[in-house]
């Protein structure tokens, strides 16, 4: 299985970035795709997911309102669009793939993708 994120980069505070996860190598049917944020010094967080069958979604608090997860399965794809990006932001985003669907901090991650940096300057 992998999980391909790509589309970070350098952007100035009130910037936008849109991510993308190329999932391949199995099937995705009844798991859910994620974003997760790693600040520098921080724990991964989750800060949006969406359930590959029915699309449901689910936001961090810190970035609801600004933040949009979208999926295009007939692509193997997600998507997270990040809008008015603020310096905490900053810090390596993970796609990762986990069974069902709402995430509890300490869920089992099935599937982890390398990493793409997010620098947002002030």
């Known amino acids: 299985v992998q999980l391909q994120a790509s589309g970070g980069g350098l952007v100035q505070t009130g910037g936008s970035l849109r991510l993308s996860c190329?999932?391949?190598g199995r099937?995705?049917?009844g798991f859910s795709l994620g974003w997760f944020h790693q600040g520098p010094g921080t724990e991964r967080?989750?800060?949006?997911?969406?359930?590959w069958n029915e699309g449901d979604t689910q936001y961090a608090d810190?970035?609801?309102g600004r933040f949009t997860i979208s999926s295009a399965n007939g692509e193997n794809a997600v998507y997270?669009?990040?809008n008015s990006l603020k310096?905490?932001?900053t810090g390596v985003y993970y796609c990762a793939a986990y069974p069902g669907s709402y995430y509890?901090?300490?869920d089992q991650i099935a599937y982890w993708g390398l990493g793409t940096l997010v620098t947002v300057s002030s």
Do not use: H, N, R
Not at 45 to 51: H, K, N, S, W, Y
């Open 22 to 24: 190329a999932a391949s």
């Open 27 to 29: 099937t995705f049917s």
């Open 45 to 51: 967080e989750l800060v949006g997911a969406i359930t």
């Open 62 to 64: 810190s970035v609801k």
């Open 80 to 82: 997270l669009q990040m």
């Open 87 to 89: 310096p905490e932001d």
């Open 104 to 106: 509890v901090d300490g």
